[in-house]
């Protein structure tokens, strides 16, 4: 059974800085992309950033110069650093891990953790 569990949430001053970290376990044989996706009250759920097995990276539009994605493969582990953090900031921070658990399988399947909350305010 795999779990992939994010910390590291909390409330900070505009401006401020956190580390979220991601945590994948269990029976896990190899993991491809890594990615952050965020939900603010009342809008759909979003990417922030995503990794690749071979280390490439992705932002989008919001996160650019100011977050910053990577990845622990022997820990099994994605952080993801945000630094001048916004109001607009605020969501619920979701981890997505596609890995393969079994080698029956096709391809990498997705799990996702249960998100960690930020909140950006003074």
């Known amino acids: 059974q795999v779990q992939v569990v994010e910390s590291g949430g909390g409330l900070v001053q505009p401006g401020g800085s956190l580390r979220l970290s991601c945590a994948a376990s269990?029976?896990?044989?190899?993991?491809?992309?890594m990615a952050w996706y965020r939900q603010a009250p009342g809008k759909q759920r979003e990417l922030v950033a995503r990794?690749?097995?071979?280390?490439?990276?992705v932002y989008a539009d919001p996160a650019k110069g100011r977050f910053t994605i990577n990845r622990d493969n022997a820990r099994k582990m994605t952080y993801l650093g945000l630094n001048s953090l916004k109001p607009e900031d605020t969501a619920v921070y979701y981890c997505?891990?596609?890995?393969?658990?079994?080698?029956?399988?096709?391809?990498?399947?997705?799990?996702w953790g249960q998100g960690t909350q930020v909140t950006v305010s003074s």
């Open positions: 997505k891990v596609d890995l393969r658990s079994t080698w029956l399988s096709p391809s990498d399947e997705a799990y």
């Open positions: 269990g029976t896990i044989l190899s993991i491809g992309t």
């Open positions: 990794i690749g097995s071979d280390e490439r990276v």
